[in-house]
């Protein structure tokens, strides 16, 4: 659950940010955290 909760606080920073200029900013930070996720559930 950790590892969780971990996840999900880094996807909130991640789209804590400003959404009205960063669009396109945000699919990159959509794929990065995919892959966060990712890292997470292969190495538990």
């Known amino acids: 659950m950790e590892r969780i909760n971990k996840a999900t606080l880094f ?6 940010g400003t959404k009205k200029e960063e669009i396109y900013k945000n699919r ?12 997470i559930f292969v190495f538990r």
Request: charged fraction near 10%; glycine fraction near 6%; proline fraction near 0%.
């Open 28 to 39: 990159l930070r959509l794929g990065v955290a995919v892959l966060f996720l990712e890292y």
């Open 11 to 16: 996807v909130n920073l991640l789209f804590f």
